[in-house]
């Protein structure tokens, strides 16, 4: 039995930190899911990480399915949670549902994620109403990017109190959990104390109830640019090139393949 939305409610009732991070393929899954994490999320940042599109806003339905499917068959504990991508929600509850439900049925995934507060309170409420649970997302919306022209901090100045509006609203509507990104970590403090669900933080600072990372940003593969909020604890893309390179220079130097890899 894999982790449940049960869980990540009692997890925040006894204080115990909750962690997530992203996966897109079946190996990588494995990787995080034998290492104990909670939950694994099939991120739409795919689009940029495995993709190389500049932002998630090309990202589709199949693309996701086709990922979540190879996550799904990586883990044995961590809930997979699949993440909805740009206009597979924002078009209409009925959109939503079908699609949502489409990911669950053809995947094997156990909850969905979509990005929106208050605007998404009744998509929301009609997933969970058939059977699906929902994980929010507030402060920082990337599928959002072209009307913010970025992705600044939110939750500052008059912004805060948006943000409050759409943690709640997204409580009410029967999320399971709400990623809070790139809030102020006093904003997130606040919302962790407000909510009985669970707050998963990513820049949203240490108050939040658990963290989510991007897997490729916190083990150093991807190197395009690093977020001030990510920490990596390892360096595989440096690891990786000078793996490449030794296996260059032997094959040129004629030292690989030796004796012990001939038949
Ligand atoms: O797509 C993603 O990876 C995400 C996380 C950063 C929360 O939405």
Redesign the pocket.
């Known amino acids: 039995m894999s982790v449940t939305t049960a869980d990540f409610l009692e997890k925040k009732k006894r204080g115990e930190k909750i962690t997530v991070l ?1 996966a897109y393929d079946y190996l990588t899954a494995k990787i995080v899911d034998s290492a104990g994490v909670d939950a694994i ?1 099939v ?3 795919l689009g940029m990480v495995a993709l190389g599109y500049k932002n ?1 806003i090309p990202v589709t339905l199949e693309e996701m399915i086709h990922h979540t499917k190879a996550v799904v068959r990586g883990r044995k504990n961590a809930m997979v949670i699949f ?1 909805m991508p740009f206009l597979s929600y924002q078009t209409g509850i009925r959109d939503a549902v079908l699609n949502a439900g489409k990911a669950l049925k053809e995947t094997g995934c156990d909850a969905v994620k979509i990005e929106g507060g208050v605007e998404q309170a009744e998509t929301i409420k009609a997933l969970v109403d058939a059977g699906i649970p929902v994980m929010g ?1 507030i402060g920082l919306q990337p599928q959002s990017v072209n009307v913010y022209g970025g992705y600044k901090l939110r939750g500052k100045g008059k912004e805060r109190e948006k943000v409050i509006a759409d943690a709640k609203a997204v409580e009410e509507a029967g999320a399971f959990a709400v ?1 809070l ?1 790139k809030i102020p970590a006093e904003l997130a403090r606040e919302i962790t104390e407000m909510l009985k669900i669970p707050t998963i933080g ?1 820049g949203a600072g240490k108050y939040c109830d658990g963290q ?1 990372l ?1 897997f490729h940003d916190m083990v150093g593969l991807f190197e395009d640019f690093k977020p001030r909020f990510v920490k990596r604890y390892a360096e595989l893309g440096k690891l990786a090139r000078e793996a490449v390179e030794a296996f260059i220079r032997e094959v040129r130097e004629g030292k690989f393949p030796g004796e012990e890899h001939s038949y």
């Open positions: 992203t999320l991120g739409d940042s998630t993440d997302h990623v990104e990513i989510v991007v």
